[in-house]
């Protein structure tokens, strides 16, 4: 899908490039399936030595079943820090997007993202792998 992490200026003499990394090369398969009440994700990814982040983010494409209410959410994590949590409902369950800024301080030569889901199909007691509890990113 659209899903990517981009980089901003990673090389001293490479001022103002930026590199869109899609998820598929970082071993992803496309689309990632999360299903079950509480799914996840884990891409890793390195960032040589050589590069000078001026920034970086991570562009998350996603959908997810109709039947999803709240508190039902993704969160997309770096390095064990969540940067962002979306609200899935109906209004985005034929597709959304998000852009997450990573601080360039908070990556380090490896890096780990996780990409993070809460489900439910209702408010009482519901079926943990009900098979209506899916996202697609």
Sequence with gaps: GLSALSV???APLAHGL????PLKRLGAETPIHLPTVRAQRDLLFTKPRTWLLQGARADIAFRHSQRLVAPSSLQV????????????TPAN??????SVA???HLLDDFNHLVLRVEQHVGKAC???????????I
Excluded at 93 to 98: D, F, I, L, R, T
Excluded at 127 to 136: Q, V
């Design 8 to 10: 901003l200026g990673w």
């Design 18 to 21: 930026e590199e869109s990394v």
């Design 77 to 88: 994590i770096v390095n064990g820090r969540v940067l962002k949590q979306v609200e899935l």
């Design 93 to 98: 369950a034929e597709g959304g997007n998000v």
């Design 102 to 104: 990573i601080p360039p």
């Design 126 to 136: 519901e079926d943990p792998l009900d098979r209506a509890l899916w996202t697609h």
